[in-house]
């Protein structure tokens, strides 16, 4: 089992739309999750950080957390075109405090 | 915000040849750098873990013999790639932990090509 998962996609949504993405994790002594945008070619840059259980909001993103599911998402509200990206779910272990990434889910949003 | 940089950003270099590559953190101290491996259409792989003044952390299947690390600075970790093959172009990343804040901020990323 892979240390975080999340589906590959590609996941199309129409502009305006909500996005849901989503990511599970293996480790349940993890504290910290967070929520990357990766362009291509590009480095990812953070866009959430939570950590714990429940919702953590952000302007058009909210972040959810369930350590008992061992489970965190990614919505994205009135999706853009701009959106579009890979999204990768990273989780930050209690080995060193590594960051370890799940294989992204590419998000398309159609005008 | 904190700035992390890389140098080179893009670098051709043929086989059997070392690649050296530069990750600095501009305005904070990092007393632990990342470095990450990314291949085409797959995710950020976790190579070593470079602590300032001591020997890096590999991951498993890394060779250290390889892909030397050093962080000799608060600032400045480099990642060199001896006797390059094609198998080794890809994309690298680091990325720098802030000693004050424990924030990670990661750096643009070094496109590797081996010709």
């Known amino acids: 089992q892979k240390e975080v998962e999340q589906n590959s996609g590609p996941l199309s949504v129409p502009e305006g739309a909500i996005a849901s993405l989503n990511c599970t994790y293996s480790d349940r002594g993890s504290q910290s999750f967070f929520w990357y945008r990766q362009y291509s070619g590009k480095s990812p840059e953070l866009i959430m950080s939570i950590y714990s259980n429940g919702d953590k909001e952000d302007g058009r993103f909210t972040a959810q957390l369930n350590k008992a599911s061992q489970y965190v998402s990614l919505l994205i509200r009135d999706s853009q075109p701009s959106d579009s990206a890979t999204y990768l779910c990273?989780?930050?272990?209690?080995?060193?405090?590594?960051?370890?990434f799940g294989q992204g889910t590419e998000l398309s949003v159609k005008p | 915000g904190a700035v992390v940089s890389q140098h080179p950003s893009r670098v051709i270099c043929k086989s059997g040849t070392s690649v050296k590559i530069e990750c600095r953190s501009l305005d904070f101290q990092a007393t632990t750098m990342f470095w990450y491996r990314q291949f085409p259409k797959q995710s950020l792989m976790l190579m070593a873990t470079?602590?300032?003044?001591?020997?890096?952390?590999?991951e498993q299947g890394v060779e250290k013999d390889k892909f030397l690390i050093n962080h000799a600075s608060l600032t400045l970790s480099t990642l060199t790639v001896t006797s390059a093959h094609p198998e080794d172009s890809s994309f690298y990343i680091c990325?720098?932990?802030?000693?004050?804040?424990?924030?990670?901020?990661f750096g643009p990323g070094t496109r590797l090509t081996v010709t």
């Open positions: 470079s602590n300032e003044g001591s020997k890096a952390t590999y």
């Open positions: 990325s720098a932990r802030d000693k004050a804040t424990y924030e990670q901020y």
């Open positions: 990273a989780v930050k272990g209690n080995q060193g405090g590594k960051l370890i």
